[in-house]
Each structure stands twice: as C-alpha cells, then as structure tokens.
C-alpha cells in the first residue's frame, strides 16, 4: 500500500518535472524564433519621423462636437499617440480604444510581428516594429513594450502625445502573481494554497533579481519603464527615473479613478465622448483574487517600493489635473460617460454583464487566459442586435489577440504559445 502512494507520488513528480522541461524548452526555441535581426540604427535626423509626415492625416478629422463645458475653444482631434501599455493596469481597455479610434481614422500603427508585443521583455527597439525603415513615420505606438523613450521616438512625430497608466501596486502585484505565477519558476517551490500570502510573508525566499521573470514579481511599472526593478524605494534614482518620466508623458491615468482618467484623456486629445466608450476587458472573476489583510499590503507595499512612490506622485499629479480640469465639471462628464456606457451595454451584450470563459459562446471574443487556468471574464455579443450597432459591438467587445488579427497582424507566435500552454501543459 505504502509503496503504491509513494509510487503515484514518484509518478506525479516526474510528470511535472517533465513538464517544466518542456516549458522551458518551449521557451526557449521561441526566443531563439522571435530573436529580432538588429537594424543599425545611426542614430540622424533620417533616422527619425519628421514632424511634416505626422500632421497631413489630421485634415481628414472632423472637430468634436461640443459637449456641455467640454473644450472653451476649438481644436483639432491629436492623432499621433503614445501609449505606454503596462501590465495589469486595465491598459487593455484603453488599447480598444486605440484599436477603435485608429481603426476609424484609418492612423498607421507600429504594430510588432509574429507576437503581440515588442519582443517583451527586451527593451523596446524601433527595429522590432514590423517593416520598418529608418525615417519611417506612425500615428500610433500601443502595445506592451519596455519602454525606452529615444528609440520610441523615432517612429513618432515630434508632436506625438505621450500617455500611460498606473495602479495601486498592491492590487497590481496581486494580480500580476496570480497571473504570471506559473511563468516564473521561482514560484514553483511555494508549497500550497495561498501563494501570494507565503510570498509576502517572506518574499527573499522566493526571489532572485537574476531569475528567469522574476521582474513580475517585484516593481514591475519600474520594469515596464525601462528601470531597475531592484531598487529600493529611498535610493535616489528612483525619483530621478520617476521625474524624467513626467518631462517624457503628457498624461498619466489611474487605473482606480478609469472614468475620470478617460474624461483627462479625451480632454487633452481633444476627442469625443463616442471616441472613450468602453466595456471593460480582461477582468478577473472575483473569486480568483486573494483578499490581503491591512498587513499583508503594508508588505507588498514596501516589497514594491519604488512602484509606489512612482504611484504616489504621478497619482498627485493626476488630481492636480482634475482640480484644473473643475471637480463638478469632472462629475457631469462622468456620469455621462457612465449613461453612454449602459447604454452601449444594454445595445450589445447579453445578459449585461461579463462571463466565465467556458461559457462564451463565440472564440472570437474569449480572452486571454493565464496558465494552467481560465479567470478572466469575457463577454456574448447578443444575437439580435441593430444591424446599424453591429459593427461597433463587435469591436468594443474584441480582446486584444483577435482585435490584432483583425487589423492584419501576424500573431503566430502568441497562437503557438497559447495553443502548447492550453492543450501540452495545463489542458483547461
């Protein structure tokens, strides 16, 4: 008896152990695969987008119809767009947006090749954009990325507005181990339930700044940014990094305040209320979140500590904004977005309200799933829509790999990596 348990556990190791081979095998050839050929970059004015091919698409915009205090003055529509997609943020609502509002326009994206970021975790090259050419000009610059601002800026017009978007970093670290927590080995070992809770009750023992994505378990917006994930919230590059990133953005949102953020944001782009409609994509099912106790935040708090001091004075710089932008008027703007959105969602989905992945009706609009697991909520289109709210439905409703596919990019490599995760190692 004794020998067959120990026989079934010897079993079970060994299949495990083989599957982690195979994963990182798997990870291996396809970073060999996606290894982007470097183009030499001299660095000129050649090299880089002339403010003079950024501007023409710009004439083909109508002007904003004027909202109730929306813009005092008239403005043309900002067209050549920054946005610093980082992770875990609710950034995949706003690429929708994007998707949308270039789509419309018919911009030109730097869109990667092959995957659907800019070969992540690699600092971002202007190579790595598919076809590109030195001198080579884009309206749009949206998907992940390590962000290094001179060589994004040599596909974008001078007059590029630049704009992210940050989250608390306790709820941005729990949600980033839950999700990634079988992509980075050294999780592996953490025996149990709850591994988030063992993690911060004692995170040295689980963590290498050496390790393979160990950046998604400490100060991954510092990460994201192109910083040292590993330093330590007094040291003073932090808010040297922290300052040079306020001369390089012109906008931060803030994941907790998303309405408000999206009225700064139409505000300074000079779009419409239709431009910033939205449903919310990639959510997690309530039940898949780990409730931290005050103690335990506090830890994940100093763990990530320069994620909070970046968090802290770019969220006291987005207030300064809404106190300039005027609190009642930020209100009124608020809850019309709020109507338009209910709106929309009485118009586009059934049930009103988002699913679990195994019951979407329609591949097309079943999002990405972590690891060895299917927690992130999608949403059916209903069946009987105005032919005439079809097309706007369907998009609005489109996770970010299909709404890639559509616009012509090659995301075979992400396919690939999907289809082994979800039959090889973790069948779901």
């Given amino acids: 008896m004794m020998s067959d348990i120990k026989g079934k556990k010897y079993r079970r190791a060994i299949r495990r152990l083989f599957l982690w081979v195979s994963l990182i095998n798997f990870m291996l050839v396809l970073y060999c695969l996606t290894k982007p050929i470097q183009l030499k970059i001299r660095g000129s004015q050649e090299d880089t987008c002339p403010l003079s091919k950024g501007r023409p698409l710009k004439k083909n915009l109508s002007m904003p119809s004027q909202s109730t205090n929306s813009q005092s003055e008239e403005c043309s529509p900002r067209v050549n767009l920054m946005f610093m997609k980082t992770h875990k943020t609710a950034s995949s609502t706003v690429l929708n947006i994007l998707f949308r509002f270039g789509e419309k326009h018919k911009l030109k994206f730097a869109f990667p090749d092959g995957r659907n970021d800019f070969f992540y975790p690699s600092p971002f090259l202007c190579s790595k954009v598919r076809d590109y050419r030195p001198g080579d000009c884009f309206n749009i610059v949206c998907n992940h990325m390590r962000f290094d601002h001179q060589e994004v800026a040599k596909v974008l017009p001078p007059d590029a507005a630049y704009f992210t978007i940050l989250r608390n970093p306790v709820d941005l670290f729990e949600s980033s181990f839950h999700y990634y927590q079988r992509d980075v080995p050294l999780t592996w070992r953490i025996d149990g339930g709850n591994k988030v809770v063992k993690f911060l009750n004692n995170p040295q023992s689980f963590y290498s700044p050496q390790a393979y994505n160990s950046f998604y378990l400490k100060n991954l917006l510092f990460f994201d940014f192109g910083f040292d994930n590993n330093l330590e919230a007094d040291d003073p590059l932090v808010m040297m990094n922290i300052h040079s990133l306020s001369k390089q953005f012109d906008l931060v ?160 490599l992400t396919r690939l990596w999907g289809w082994f995760k979800d039959t090889v190692l973790y069948p779901i």
């Fill in 253 to 412: 949102l803030i994941a907790e305040y998303f309405d408000e953020s999206l009225i700064l944001l139409k505000e300074t782009l000079c779009w419409t209320m239709e431009d910033i409609l939205y449903f919310k994509l990639n959510a997690r099912k309530s039940s898949s979140i780990s409730r931290l106790t005050p103690e335990l935040r506090a830890k994940a708090l100093q763990w990530n500590g320069a994620d909070w001091r970046l968090y802290q004075h770019f969220n006291a710089t987005f207030w300064a904004r809404v106190e300039e932008f005027g609190r009642e008027r930020m209100k009124r703007e608020v809850k019309e977005l709020k109507r338009r959105n209910a709106e929309m969602k009485v118009i586009c989905i059934e049930d009103g309200g988002a699913v679990e992945a195994r019951k979407i009706r329609d591949r097309h609009f079943l999002p990405w799933q972590p690891l060895g697991e299917s927690s992130i909520l999608g949403y059916n289109i209903k069946k009987d829509i105005d032919p005439k709210f079809r097309t706007v439905c369907q998009k609005m409703l489109t996770p970010e790999i299909q709404y890639l596919s559509d616009l012509g990019v090659s995301v075979w």
